[in-house]
């Protein structure tokens, strides 16, 4: 039974190796390399121990995208989470309409992002139409994206571009509910609501845990419509820590940037062990 043990172990050890060598080269080494660079100066390589990691919380537009960033994400994870939710579960007691509707929240993902930028200094831009729809309401017509409103434009391309996608991810989840349990529960006089907290969620929580983790994930992709949009330096609302990275790449400002990139890895990493670890209790 040992050697047969083995023989299986060497047999998945090979599926994997292909998988674990391109990991290795284009993630593993480089990054830590990253961590390497991130104690040693920019320009003489020479060690300067924790310099870097000083130099950076000290940065004010390294605490502003900082700030920015866990306020974008405290803001638009919850909202995501919650619409996408709802909406999957008014679709799946849609049979007609059901796919309809599904595909028809696709089509943002779908978009180039060029379109999408488009469509924004279109709207958000001095656009004669805003600005007229503004004075209506007694609101000055202004740069939207040079204002307080940014950040709100910036969470609702998100939440738009996203939002498809995870009602998809809640529907194969609810798909996976046996509609015994519903009828058990309704035979005993449960309602709606007490299905929705006492059946729906509780079995849609390894779904939650997948949609949280990926929808962290994607938050850190609307960086290009926002670059696309208001450049290197946006209003401060919408500096986020993308923003931060691209500027000191064309700095050239390695000794930082590494610095910084070992703490946002770090960040991430704890982030989602502790959501793992909330997840695995439930």
Partial sequence: MKVKHKKYDL???LFVLPSLIGVSIFLIIPFADVIRRSFLG???????GIKNYQMIFNN???ILATKNTLRFTAV???LLLVLSLFIAVFLSGQKRLGSFLKSTFLVPMAIPVASVVLLWRLLFHNSGLINGLLDVAGLEGTNWM???????ILVFSYIWKNLGYDIVLWMAGLAGISAEIYEAARVDGAGNIQCFFKITLP????????????SFLNSFKVFREAYLVAGDYPHESMYLMQHLFNNWFRELSLDKMAAAAVINALVIFLLVMILKRAWSKE
């Fill in 42 to 48: 920019a320009v003489n390589e020479a060690f300067v």
């Fill in 11 to 13: 047999a998945g050890l």
């Fill in 203 to 214: 079995n849609l929580l390894p779904s939650l845990y997948t949609i949280t983790v990926l």
């Fill in 146 to 152: 040079d204002s307080k409103y940014a950040f709100w």
């Fill in 76 to 78: 638009c994870i919850p």
């Fill in 60 to 62: 004010g537009a390294f």
